[in-house]
């Protein structure tokens, strides 16, 4: 299994991996405008690989079996001034 990877223009680190190059039939038409134009990373064999970076190689290839795409959205970034705050039992008052 060979997929096309397209990073989002508007929304930083977000990749979009969809089953052929330049086919984004089966993504709604809302995720596309609100990805943005994507541009092409890279095709991606799946099949040769036991692992990606940040997403769950199984959850792709499934989603892309059912669903025709997998958006990859970069995870929540952590205030670490929060946590430490709560590591330390300040509660600010």
């Known amino acids: 299994m060979i997929c096309a990877v397209y990073k989002s223009r508007l ?7 969809v089953e052929k190059r330049n086919e984004f039939e089966r993504v709604p038409e ?5 990805f943005g134009a994507p541009t092409l990373v890279m095709m991606l064999p799946l099949s040769k690989r036991d692992h990606l970076g940040f997403a769950d190689i199984n959850k792709v290839k499934s989603e892309l079996l059912n669903k025709g795409y997998y958006l990859q959205v970069p995870p929540p970034k952590v205030n670490l001034l929060e946590e430490h705050k709560k590591a330390i039992g300040y509660s600010g008052k």
């Open 11 to 17: 929304k930083a680190d977000s990749y979009l991996f």
């Open 30 to 34: 809302a995720l596309m405008e609100m």
